[in-house]
């Protein structure tokens, strides 16, 4: 099966820092664009920042400057670094891959982790 697990969730103090991870099995990593996002205000959620399977980032114009995507392909691992944190920053982060897995290789799916919360006081 396809699982993202996610790790690094907390509380932390306004202008402090987190680091989220999200470990990846049964996708093909190096093949998958990965990404993070929150659930924000409504129904669908928000994308916080994105890195491609050859390495190119984006990022919501809200985090641009604070938040830095990563990923590790030995380890199958996206980390999201959080710094200069706001209470606004407040939400669920999810983990999202989209490209491969093994289970079929020619499709282009897409899979969610369980979500974290990250919660930042003022």
């Known amino acids: 099966q396809v699982q993202l697990v996610e790790s690094g969730g907390g509380l932390v103090q306004a202008g402090g820092s987190l680091r989220l991870s999200c470990a990846a099995s049964?996708?093909?990593?190096?093949?998958?664009?990965m990404g993070w996002y929150r659930q924000g205000p409504g129904l669908q959620r928000e994308l916080v920042a994105t890195?491609?399977?050859?390495?190119?980032?984006a990022y919501a114009n809200s985090v641009k400057g604070r938040f830095t995507i990563s990923r590790d392909n030995a380890k199958n691992t996206v980390t999201l670094q959080m710094d200069s944190l706001k209470p606004e920053d407040t939400d669920v982060y999810y983990c999202?891959?989209?490209?491969?897995?093994?289970?079929?290789?020619?499709?282009?799916?897409?899979?969610w982790g369980q979500g974290t919360q990250v919660t930042v006081s003022s």
């Open positions: 999202n891959s989209k490209g491969p897995s093994f289970y079929i290789p020619s499709a282009h799916g897409e899979h």
């Open positions: 049964g996708i093909i990593f190096g093949k998958n664009d």
């Open positions: 890195v491609t399977e050859g390495g190119s980032t």
